[in-house]
């Protein structure tokens, strides 16, 4: 409430990028204080039995988690455990720096809830990140995201050798890896969703005990699905996080108008549409064989619920974090213990696919 109706009117009035920038310079400042935190977990953190659950090995104490984008270059590693996120994933982060595209590339859309990006895979760059990370324990699950440098010139094997690098780098430094293969703003317009190329770099990464998951686009076809299902068979790939920002500008509330001056892909329920219809696809499809994060447009319990019974183990959000606060955050694992107890499960891992009986 407070965020709402507060601050956000105040900082909506700024520069999307500019609030993100200083969002994360005041993060960085106060991740060491014990005080901060102590205080921001008073307001912030919850905690149910009925959320815990243990996924791949490891334990989540909820299914939600921050997705990749708001922290690209893994500074408020800290933060975020004590704000109640379950998860965190950071990145994306490539091989070698990248300013990006040029500015203004960040965009509020408040008619659908959603964040226009054209950032264009800004990055420090896998050796900073890494230097800024190697040292540090971790209080929730870590989850790198690593994509292919921004960079036109980089391309062919040389773009396979560009993941590989950061995917060795952080190897040992995450708890699971994930190759975003949907990236939209990558320069030379070539995407790892390709299954041939998909296919060439997994065989350099070849044999790990890393637990790798594939971050596909909402605008991907089901028949392009099909052909990376194929390709991933042969490899150790352990789930799909579906999805990332939309494309496609069909059934958007903004008009023409508002869209002046913008480019790039969408986030928040438009994406998420298209997202929970991949979700029931390929959950039914390999028979829950991987294990699937849902993203995209999760402003409540009842959107992450509907994920979960679609088959997600865990759900992430970067947008509602935007439009609502960290105390989003709460408010989805609270409304979700609820909407457990109403359908009479025990814990979050029963609802897993409910909906969608295979
Ligand atoms: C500002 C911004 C930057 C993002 N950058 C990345 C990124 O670097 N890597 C990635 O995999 N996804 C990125 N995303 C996509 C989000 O991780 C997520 O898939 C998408 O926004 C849908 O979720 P949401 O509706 O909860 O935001 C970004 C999203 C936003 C809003």
């Not at 994509?147 to 050798?161: F, Q, R």
């Not at 637990?211 to 789930?239: A, H, Q, R």
């Amino acid at each position: 409430m407070f965020y709402k109706y507060l601050i956000r009117p105040i900082l909506f009035k700024i520069d999307a990028e500019k609030v993100h920038d200083f969002a994360i310079k005041i993060g960085e400042t106060y991740s060491n204080s014990k005080i901060i935190k102590l205080f921001l977990r008073k307001i912030y953190y919850y905690e149910n039995k009925k959320l815990e659950q243990e996924v791949l090995g490891i334990k989540f104490n909820n299914p939600l988690g921050l997705a990749a984008g708001f922290d690209k270059n893994c500074k408020l590693s800290k933060i975020f455990p004590e704000i109640g996120f379950g998860f965190m994933e950071l990145g994306s982060i490539t091989a070698k720096y990248c300013g990006g595209n040029k500015k203004p590339r960040i965009w509020r859309l408040p008619k659908d809830k959603a964040i226009m990006v054209h950032y264009g895979l800004a990055s420090d760059g896998a050796d900073k990140i890494y230097g800024r990370l190697k040292d540090l324990k971790f209080k929730i699950p870590l989850i790198i995201s690593v994509a292919k440098t921004n960079d036109i010139n980089i391309k062919g094997d040389d773009s396979v050798n560009d993941y590989y690098y950061s995917f060795k780098k952080f190897e040992n430094i995450a708890d699971f890896i994930t190759l975003n293969i949907s990236c939209p703003n990558t320069g030379d317009g070539r995407s790892f969703q390709d299954p041939t190329l998909l296919e060439k770099l997994l065989k350099k990464i070849g044999k790990t005990n890393k637990k790798i998951f594939l971050k596909i686009s909402p605008d991907i076809t089901e028949k392009n699905i099909d052909e990376i299902l194929l390709v991933i068979k042969k490899y150790n790939i352990k789930g799909f996080i579906i999805g990332n920002l939309l494309k496609k500008r069909e059934n958007l509330k903004s008009t023409e108008e508002d869209l002046k001056g913008m480019s790039g892909s969408v986030s928040g329920p438009v994406a998420g549409k298209r997202s929970l219809e991949l979700i029931k696809y390929v959950y039914k499809k390999t028979k829950g064989k991987y294990l699937i994060i849902g993203c995209g447009g999760i402003f409540t319990a009842k959107d992450a619920y509907e994920r979960i019974k679609a088959g997600a183990s865990l759900i992430q959000i970067v947008t509602s974090m935007i439009y609502e606060g960290p105390s989003v955050i709460k408010k989805i694992n609270k409304g979700l213990v609820k909407l457990l107890a109403r359908d009479k499960y025990d814990n979050i891992k029963e609802a897993i696919g409910a909906d969608n009986i295979i």
